[in-house]
């Protein structure tokens, strides 16, 4: 099982899971709050996260990026330890068994839900393969924050709520930045063998020096959003000064990424990913707070 664990990145996880907390959460105090529709939300999201993690380890070695030269955690197609083929049918098996599972929450939440199932699917498939892959053209952090920020967030909340509201687009955004400078570690330690391969990433568009500029913005910028949502009313102080504890983490994680480059940044992208689960459940804990002293 080995290979099969090192395939779906457990470490990138957090990047499905946390959004998916604090989406339901905002959510639970709600009288037709389901556990059983958060708890589907969740599977569904991780099947989607596996399905992108599988289908950037195929299409990257099929597509000749992934190479001997790489810096990064092992690929398993890349290194022979999974034949290709089987990726690609764990990677299908997993896009059918989150549609599955995703027809329960379109039952439930409608054409809206519908819409956002077809767009996260072919967003999966989408961002390392097709005729216009996401993460070749600059567009990998654009995904991240829209798939696995708004869409996480925000959908997750009109499944249990029915509506949407201006917390959950605020809490969408700053997970939403969080999840995008996960993707732009990444991106940024393989600058040069994706420069090689003509995988025109943003780290690449934008140079290394340019990259630590964005990721500060990226890990900085959830705290400025929350703060600006408690000051105009829309969020509680419990979450917010709960949430602002990770802001430490935050902090070492900038000056981290700032004085490193190539390999050593493979650890701050765990720990970036980290950063989202545990500002999500800081966040989420004052929610819960708020909800009983009310």
């Known amino acids: 099982m080995q290979p ?13 899971i946390g959004p998916l907390l604090i989406g339901n959460i905002l959510a639970i105090g709600l009288t037709q709050f389901s556990w059983l529709i958060a708890a589907i939300s969740m599977l569904c999201g991780l099947l989607l996260q596996i399905s992108v993690n599988l289908a950037n380890d195929y299409f990257d070695f099929k597509n000749g990026i992934d190479t001997d ?39 439930h939440g409608g054409w809206p839900i519908a819409i956002l199932a077809a767009a996260s699917i072919l967003g999966a498939l989408c961002y390392s393969g097709g005729p ?20 996480a967030v925000v959908g997750s909340y009109y499944l249990q709520a029915g509506n949407t509201n201006l917390t959950a687009w605020l809490l969408g955004c700053a997970i939403g930045f969080f999840n995008a400078a996960i993707m732009l570690v990444n991106n940024t330690r393989d600058i040069k063998t994706d420069t090689k391969a003509g995988k025109k990433t943003l780290a690449v568009r934008i140079g290394e020096p340019q990259a630590k500029v964005l990721y500060q913005s990226f890990v900085y910028l959830p705290f400025g959003i929350i703060i600006a949502g408690f000051l105009f009313g829309a969020l509680d102080g419990w979450p917010v000064l709960l949430a602002g504890v990770s802001l ?7 000056r981290d990424f700032s004085e490193s480059s190539g390999e050593a940044l493979n650890p701050i ?26």
């Open 69 to 107: 030269e790489r810096l990064g955690p092992v690929r398993v197609s890349q290194s022979g330890l999974i034949k290709p083929t089987a990726v690609r049918n764990a990677m299908v098996i997993c896009l059918v068994s989150a549609l599955l599972v995703g027809s329960l929450l379109i039952f």
């Open 269 to 294: 992208l765990g720990k970036t990913a980290k950063l989202t689960m545990i500002f999500s459940v800081l966040f989420s804990v004052g929610l819960i707070i708020s909800l009983n002293t009310v």
């Open 248 to 254: 430490v983490l935050a902090r070492n994680l900038s």
């Open 132 to 151: 216009y892959p996401l993460a070749s053209h600059g567009l990998g952090e654009v995904a991240a924050f829209v798939f696995f920020g708004l869409v």
């Open 4 to 16: 099969w664990i090192l395939a779906i990145r457990p470490r990138t996880l957090p990047a499905a």
